[in-house]
């Protein structure tokens, strides 16, 4: 059954990098490298005391916040960028340069310009997350099949129908893949805004137990931003799967 | 093949009963390069009639414009005597490369061209199941086209273009993808579906020994600049049974004279 082998291998890779976690934690490699089942133990303290679940709230807002809105634009501007010669002049150049920003050193002008609360946390999201979702859907759209639109006129399509029942849904394994990456680059987004503006929820965790030494917590803080994010790309897999069948599985012209 | 309804009304369409389709004085340039120059040809009502030539003599150019998809730099195409300007209902086009949506099932791949009239969606599916049983694929509805081999994928490709149910049919080497079996089966069924429907077609390819085994009117284009050299209409071999029409003495004549006339434009 395949199903049951790739559970298999699932859990086998688990096995094997937390064990090496482990391992290494027990040698130690570092005075500040805690055992896995230390990280483990301290990520089940903080989920029963709660702590873990209020810093969520305070994470998930810019992070949703920023996503939701780099999704939308971000899509809405690769499909004009993809299908208007004259708006990719205009406006690719400036993801282009968002993308290759160091936005470390870019995060005390958002500072300057918006404070320290909500709003530059959303920029910070939508700065690391939009650009890839604009190109990447840009760039899909441009290269749609030039025999399927050709097919779709010839069939009697309208610019509309072109547009939503070919160049889109043809687009769509790359605006996926777009999103993936934009999702994970959200996420180092929002942890980044949350070191470097003002340290609240998961960020709050990860500076303050550093600060007092509690390593445990903190890699604990980190495993589970991680496990959230996964869990979150597979959401937008399943997605994909369930609007694009066929595409997800080959092309009929392979 | 199943007719419908809209074959009544054939005989009453137009007056110009012999030409379905008549392409004047067309000429189409990309840049610098002519693609046609001043080419005219009529497509009888009902026959098939192939583009022969041998690559970069704009067949598929011709076809492309006589589908509307390009616009010729002078002269006019008529179809039914009114003049193309564009896609049109009359019309409908199997592609080389078959051009399926590969997010779709075959039967929404068959049924798309009636999804894009507006027609509803149990109307669209009920018409399309029936021209997917017509073209021997029942019960490989709900397949994908990825999961078909390429002679089921251009029969999906073909019954897409039955079931908008066009009076011209537009083949652009429809079976130049698919292999040698294949293609003598499809060339088989071609016939029928010429003797079978009340319908048009226009047949490229650059198989010499197809164009006379499917023709009723073979044309013979040139390149360089491209145009008509010839018009052969094989007499005897309508009426032959499909499996002699290669032995019979008059395919053999034809296919050695085209050759002949082809073979000093073959580099």
């Given at each position: 059954m395949p199903m049951s082998r790739s559970l298999v291998l699932k859990l086998l890779s688990g096995v094997i990098v937390f064990g090496a976690w482990e391992v290494a934690g027990r040698i130690p490699v570092s005075y500040a490298f805690p055992t896995f089942f230390e990280s483990m133990a301290a990520l089940v303290d903080m989920t029963v005391s709660g702590w873990i679940f209020e810093a969520y709230v305070e994470t998930l807002r810019p992070l949703i916040i920023g996503l939701l809105i780099s999704a939308f634009i971000?899509?809405?501007?690769?499909?004009?960028?993809?299908?208007?010669n004259w708006f990719d002049w205009l406006v690719s150049p400036i993801f282009i340069v968002m993308q290759a920003a160091p936005l470390a050193a870019l995060i005390p002008l958002l500072v300057m310009v918006y404070g320290i609360g909500l709003t530059s946390k959303v920029f910070v999201v939508c700065i690391m997350a939009m650009p890839v979702i604009v190109l990447n859907t840009a760039g899909a759209v441009r290269n749609a099949p030039t025999n399927l639109k050709e097919m779709g006129y010839s069939f009697l399509g309208t610019e509309q129908d072109i547009i939503l029942k070919v160049i889109i849904p043809s687009a769509s394994p790359i605006i996926f893949?777009?999103?993936?990456?934009?999702t994970s680059a959200g996420f180092i987004?929002?942890?980044?805004s949350e070191l470097k503006i003002t340290p609240t929820g998961i960020g709050d965790i990860i500076?303050?137990?550093?600060?007092?030494?509690?390593?445990?917590s903190m890699y604990a803080a980190i495993f589970s931003i991680m496990v959230l994010a996964v869990l979150f790309l597979n959401f937008l897999e399943r997605t994909e799967r369930y609007f694009f069948a066929g595409n997800v599985r080959g092309y009929a012209s392979d | 093949m199943d007719t419908h309804p809209i074959?009544?009304?054939r005989?009453?369409?137009n007056a110009s009963a012999a030409a379905a389709v008549s392409v004047r004085g067309v000429s189409k340039n990309y840049g610098q390069v002519e693609a046609l120059r001043d080419l005219s040809l009529d497509f009888p009502r009902g026959q098939l009639t192939s583009l022969l030539g041998p690559s970069g003599c704009g067949k598929t150019t011709l076809l492309k414009i006589i589908a509307g998809l390009l616009q010729p730099t002078e002269g006019e195409v008529e179809v039914n005597g009114k003049p193309v300007t564009g896609p049109g209902p009359?019309?409908?086009?199997?592609?080389?490369d078959f051009a399926l949506l590969p997010w779709a099932t075959v039967l929404r791949n068959v049924a798309f061209g009636l999804e894009l009239r507006g027609v509803r969606i149990s109307e669209r599916e009920a018409i399309a199941e029936q021209y997917i049983r017509n073209v021997g694929l029942a019960g490989f509805e709900k397949s994908y086209p990825h999961e078909l081999s390429g002679g089921m994928r251009q029969r999906v490709g073909l019954a897409r273009a039955l079931a908008v149910d066009s009076e011209v049919l537009l083949m652009d080497e429809p079976f130049s993808a698919v292999d040698e079996q294949t293609r003598r089966k499809f060339q088989e069924d071609l016939l029928g579906l010429v003797a079978g429907e009340n319908k048009t077609f226009l047949f490229v390819t650059h198989s010499i020994e197809e164009a006379v085994y499917v023709s009723d009117q073979i044309a013979i284009l040139l390149p360089r600049p491209s145009r008509v050299s010839e018009v052969i209409r094989p007499s005897g071999l309508r009426t032959r049974n499909v499996s002699d029409i290669r032995r019979d003495p008059e395919y053999l004549d034809i296919v050695d004279r085209i050759w002949a006339?082809?073979?000093s434009y073959v580099e």
């Open positions: 971000g899509i809405a501007l690769g499909l004009w960028v993809g299908l208007s893949a777009g999103l993936r990456l934009g987004g929002a942890i980044l500076t303050y137990s550093r600060s007092i030494a509690d390593y445990p | 074959d009544m009304t005989s009453a369409t009359d019309r409908a086009f199997v592609f080389q006339s082809l073979r």
